[in-house]
Antibody, heavy 119, light 106 residues
C-alpha cells in the first residue's frame, strides 16, 4: 500500500517561495508507470491541480500556474517536491500530493498540509 | 482551457436517489472520475473511468457519461454520503476538476 506524506513550512511570506516535499512509502517513486501530482484547495473552495512529474522526470503544469511552478523528483530519497514562487495570499491553501497511473484517477493521496501566505 | 460545471449543491432525502451532474464540452469522449471529500479529509475516488467502482465503494454509487454531461448517481443515499463531490477529467495532459457539489442528505 503506497502512502504519501506532505511536509514543509506552514507559513510563507508574500513574494517568497513556497516549498513542499512529498515522501512516498510502500513503493518506489521511480518504478512503474506513475505520475506524481500536486493539488491544492483553498479553504471552502474546490480542488485545483497544480502539476505533475512522471517517473521519467517529465513534467506538466496547470497553465494558470506554469510560470511560477517547478516540480522535481528525488529518487534517492523517494520524494518529489513542489516550488511555487512569488506567492500571494491567494496561494493560501491545503496542498495535497497524489499519485495516478497515466490517464486514470488519482488513487493515493497525502493527508494534505495547510500553507498560509502572510507577513 | 477545458471547463467542468457542477451544481453547487444537491439535496436528497434519506434513502432516495441523488444525481450530481458534471457538464463539459463533449465530456462523453473523455474518462470521468468522481471523488468524495468529507470535511478535513483528502478526496477519495468513488467512480473511475465513467462507471467503475473501486473496491470498497458501495454498489449504490454509479456513474454515467454521454454527450456533454456526466453524472454520479447514488441510489438509496445514506447519511454518511453527505460530502462534497468532484468530477475530474484529463485534457491535454492537464487535470481538470469540476467546482464541486455539496450533497446534503435530509
Amino acid at each position: 500500500q503506497v502512502q504519501l506524506q506532505e511536509s514543509g513550512p506552514g507559513l510563507v511570506k508574500p513574494s517568497q517561495t513556497l516549498s513542499l516535499t512529498c515522501s512516498v512509502s510502500g513503493g518506489s517513486i521511480s518504478s512503474g508507470s506513475y505520475y506524481w501530482n500536486w493539488i491544492r484547495q483553498p479553504a471552502g473552495k474546490g480542488l485545483e491541480w497544480i502539476g505533475r512529474i512522471y517517473t521519467s522526470g517529465s513534467t506538466n503544469y496547470n497553465p494558470s500556474l506554469k510560470s511560477r511552478v517547478t516540480i522535481s523528483l528525488d529518487a534517492s530519497k523517494n520524494q518529489f517536491s513542489l516550488r511555487l514562487n512569488s506567492v500571494t495570499a491567494a496561494d493560501t491553501a491545503v496542498y495535497y500530493c497524489a499519485s495516478n497511473r497515466p490517464g486514470v484517477n488519482f488513487d493515493y493521496w497525502g493527508q494534505g498540509t495547510l500553507v498560509t501566505v502572510s507577513s | 482551457s477545458y471547463e467542468l460545471t457542477q451544481p453547487l449543491s444537491v439535496s436528497v432525502d434519506l434513502g432516495q436517489t441523488a444525481r450530481i451532474a458534471c457538464g463539459g464540452n463533449s465530456i462523453g469522449s473523455k474518462n470521468v472520475h468522481w471523488y468524495q471529500q468529507r470535511p478535513g479529509q483528502a478526496p477519495v475516488v468513488v467512480i473511475y473511468r465513467d462507471n467503475n467502482r473501486p473496491s470498497g465503494i458501495p454498489e449504490r454509487f454509479s456513474g454515467s457519461n454521454s454527450g456533454n454531461t456526466a453524472a454520479l448517481t447514488i441510489i438509496g443515499a445514506q447519511a454518511g454520503d453527505e460530502a462534497d463531490y468532484y468530477c475530474q477529467v484529463w485534457d491535454s495532459s492537464t487535470a481538470v476538476f469540476g467546482g464541486g457539489t455539496k450533497l446534503t442528505v435530509l
